[in-house]
């Protein structure tokens, strides 16, 4: 009877959380046979609940529960690769830096953007305007 009763009640739960008002909590409880079956109406999460010593605990539900012990699973071995890393010296998130070509072709670049900004300004101080390349262009003081 009490598998039966239990998807009838996550119908209902499911249910209930579509017609949530605003107002409400984020989780909603049903009670069922066995304790109590919690929705996270934010998430769609359900916990199945039960009272023991005066208090409710709740257990994530076994789909629930497979999902998380799979990202657990992953992010264990993630970190026990990066600590072997770490430990052997090999840490794979050494920064990339230029190469000397890189450097001189950047300080090349920078180089001309400075000369040309001080002839604008030498220009400016003059009381002239450099036209635009391949333009007559009338001088505009602002």
Known sequence: ???????????????????????????????????????????GDLSLCQEKDGQIVCRMAADERAAFEKELDLLTKRVEA???????GQSTAKPALPSDEEIDRTMSIMEKMMQRFMGIVKNLEDGKEEPAPGKDAVPQKT
């Open 82 to 88: 990066l600590e072997k890393a770490v430990a052997t």
């Open 1 to 43: 009877m009490r598998i039966s009763a239990l998807p009838l009640t996550l119908v209902t739960a499911l249910a209930a959380g579509a017609a949530h008002a605003e107002g409400e909590g984020r989780y909603r409880m049903e009670k069922t046979d066995s304790g109590f079956v919690r929705l996270d109406t934010a998430s």
